[in-house]
């Protein structure tokens, strides 16, 4: 039962465009959400969260968006910088649940 | 700060043997978890702890253990080695739940042949 799924395992954007990672999830009880970036041979890293009470938040060229109704969180990226190329994991939260749940990854790769 | 560590970083194991996967954080945080990391797939909650003494399974917990005597360290510990068990380890801390981002070590490569 896959309650957090990334249904694009890749994606590959020119250098300088918008990157768009998505992400949907089943459990409509996930009160916070987040992104993680990962390089190969290193652990993931944490990019940028949002509440369930909010519908966008931001952070220099990353942008999370929340659709609450469609249970669904895409990841903006812009401009796209060859350094973004790396797997970008999304992970939700149930409130007093202490665990994460991951998604399966998207692999973004993005071309000079 | 080293953040988190991950001990070894490489490993070949031959089925039916045992070992332990060193996790240790310097940032005095609370919460502590293990991953796994099958190919193609998301990490994999394999057990966590609340805090030193408490442990608590996660998703997949069959065939591994752990402890948790001091803040720092969470050693994940490998019973009887299975090829099931081939996968990247990673282990995480937070300074508390919910909304707390989680930090990564590097990760453990283990190989069971």
């Known amino acids: 039962d896959q309650q957090v799924k990334q249904n694009s395992p890749s994606l590959s954007v020119q250098e300088g465009r918008i990157s768009i990672l998505n992400c949907d999830y089943t459990?409509?009880?996930?009160?916070?959400f987040l992104w993680y970036k990962k390089y190969p041979a290193e652990g993931p890293t944490f990019l940028i969260s949002i509440s369930s009470i909010k519908d966008k938040n931001e952070d220099g060229r990353f942008t999370v968006f929340l659709n609450k109704s469609a249970k669904h969180l895409s990841l903006h990226i812009v401009p796209s910088q060859p350094g973004d190329s790396a797997v970008y994991f999304c992970?939700?939260?149930?409130?007093?649940?202490?665990?994460?749940?991951f998604g399966q990854g998207t692999r973004l790769t993005i071309n000079p | 700060n080293a953040g988190v560590t991950q001990t070894p970083k490489f490993r070949i194991l031959k089925i039916g043997q045992s070992m332990t996967l060193q996790c240790t954080q310097d940032m005095n945080h609370n919460y502590m978890y293990w991953y796994r990391q099958d190919p193609g797939m998301g990490l994999k909650l394999i057990y966590y702890?609340?805090?030193?003494?408490?442990?608590d399974k996660g998703e997949v917990p069959n065939g591994y253990n752990v402890s948790r005597s001091t803040t720092e360290d969470f050693p994940l510990r490998l019973e009887l080695a299975a090829p099931s068990q081939t996968s990247v380890y990673f282990c995480a801390s937070s300074y508390s739940t919910d909304s707390d981002e989680q930090y990564f070590g590097p990760g453990t490569r283990l190989t069971v042949t």
């Open positions: 992970a939700a939260i149930l409130q007093g649940a202490q665990k994460l749940v």
């Open positions: 459990n409509s009880m996930f009160d916070y």
């Open positions: 702890s609340v805090g030193a003494g408490i442990t």
